[in-house]
């Protein structure tokens, strides 16, 4: 074998990453590594976690506006299905957590949908806050979209893809025929 052929594949001790380069390009930062690597992992879903971790109430605030409700207990959510149902709306159910950054990042986006299309009703429920309710929907990442007419299940949708949202949001307006820019 030739000295081209050894240079070309290298020494394989010389594959491995050393602990010292790694403390080097990321000054000892060992928690943004790992956040890293669990943000490549979930791509788009975030996974429940305690309480204790520091998520704040107050944060919950920049997830609501325009014309997306709060659910806040199991008779807001009787509540706003009674009124949807009276009012012939599909709803919206958006299972979020405020220490998400998926879901963060979708919040924006899920207020304007709500304030372009007020014949749908965007509801946000906070997993954390609504545990129990949230476990018997069978939350496994965040954010999850629950499209329901009639307080019954037609669509759903897991994590924060836009296109995807826009996309079945269209359709259900599609097939209430009141598709409105």
């Given at each position: ?62 997830f ?91 669509d ?19 097939s ?6």
């Amino acid at each position: 074998m030739g000295n081209s052929e050894k240079h070309w594949f290298g020494h394989i001790s010389n594959w491995r990453l050393k602990k010292k380069a790694i403390i080097k390009v990321f000054q000892g930062s060992y928690r943004l590594l790992q956040l890293a690597f669990w943000q490549f992992l979930n791509m788009g879903h975030c996974f429940s976690r305690d309480k204790s971790d520091g998520a704040d109430s107050d944060e919950a605030v920049e997830f609501v506006g325009g014309n997306v409700h709060r659910v806040t207990s199991k008779e807001d959510w009787d509540q706003k299905l009674s009124e949807a149902k009276r009012d012939g709306k599909i709803v919206i159910a958006n299972f979020s957590a405020t220490w998400c950054g998926p879901c963060r990042i979708l919040a924006p986006f899920y207020c304007e949908l709500s304030e372009k299309h007020p014949s749908l009703m965007f509801l946000l429920i906070d997993v954390d806050e609504l545990t129990d309710f949230s476990t018997s929907w069978d939350i496994k990442a965040t954010p999850t979209f629950f499209f329901l007419k009639d307080g019954q299940q037609i669509d759903k949708l897991v994590g924060a893809n836009k296109p995807e949202l826009q996309k079945k949001i269209t359709a259900v307006l599609d097939s209430m025929g009141s598709y409105r820019n």
